[in-house]
């Protein structure tokens, strides 16, 4: 065979281009996108109708294990199927994309379902339960070239974006040292099982719901506030810190940490809870700084920010908005809206869909994300310090 050999990455890129193309003939280019929604509770169906303000966007199919809140959410998606099964919902050739806001257990299955059938993803954050999982859903998505967006809506804010390029970017903050992260009172973890629930329900379907989690009898708890046991969710580190520690990682351009310890506990909630209701992590980092997150739930503190402090001034965002406070002296600060956009990060991942463009929130930043709050849980379940190799991933022995 003469002429230039083919460079690797030309065949990667011509393959994706290939794929691309291919997924163009079949969408058209004014088409609109069949969306699938695998978890009806709460989230899924508030994510769903700000894909459905996207005119792009028809939803296609739904999929809970509850019969009741497919009822619900088929009422909000004219024309839709209703399914108790994920891969029932795959299985639908033409749909093209689906959003998951399943309990965390279900996340890595579904997604890698999903993408092995070709679809596009959307999925909640955390990305994962466990750090093994997050390996396996980059790949994936990248051995299916399939877009996949981690619900991380921050990255696709313009107030988060712009306050990176005004403070960071330019170096206004001098040199990071702390950032200081907290998430207080959050009532997705305080959520109490309605009365009817006393009884499963005989549409609701509990060993699927358990799915790799080993068997035990129906626990309205365990069902409806699922973020309280670290079997279903990893508590408030996963599910809040993921956030913040997400941000971190966007503002100081560094996602691996190489340390991490946390203390806390069940210190208040006695009501058969695994994940602690107050629990403080800290996280130390190869860029020479550490990333710490403070949460309770017991009564009195409320309310969530993240501070970025450095040898020129620190960065506040909470509230709803930005502060700027230089280091110096009876300096003023500077104060710009804040906010974050779920409506922008749901637009982007369309985009992404139709252009074949990485999204904003690309699932091996969903994995980074998470995999440094699982360091946190991990440290907190082992009570010591978690030493982490930030080159092979991987945590290192004793």
Known sequence: MSGTPLDRRDLFRGAAALTAASYSRILGANDRVPLGVIGCG???????????????????????????????TLQKAPGARGFRDHRKLLEMKEVAAVYIATPDHWHAATSIDALNAG????????????????????KAARVNDRICQVGMQRRSSPAYLAAKRDYLDTGKLGKVTLARTWWHGNGAHLQKAPPE?????????????????????????QYWNFRAYLEFGGGQVTDLFTHWIDMVHLFLGQDIPFSGVAAGGIYYYKDGRTAPDTVSVLLEYPGEFTATFDATLAPGLSGTGMELCGTKGRLLAAGGRFEFHPAERGAQPVITPGGDSTQDHVNNFIDCVQSRKLPNGDVLIGHRS?????????????????????????????
């Open 42 to 72: 709460g989230r899924g169906q508030h994510v769903m109708s700000l894909f459905q303000k996207n005119a792009a966007v028809q939803v296609a199919a739904v999929c809970d294990v509850y019969g009741q809140r497919i009822d619900q």
């Open 119 to 138: 679809k596009d993803v959307y999925v909640e954050k955390p990305l994962t339960l466990t750090l093994e999982e997050g390996p396996r859903i980059v």
């Open 197 to 221: 629930l006393a009884r499963k329900p005989d549409n609701l379907d509990w060993g699927r719901y358990l799915g790799p989690v080993k068997w035990r009898e129906w626990d309205p708890q």
């Open 370 to 398: 998470a995999q440094a709050s699982h360091l946190g849980n991990i440290a907190w379940v082992e009570k010591r310090r978690i030493k982490f190799d930030p080159v092979r991933e991987e945590i290192l022995p004793l």
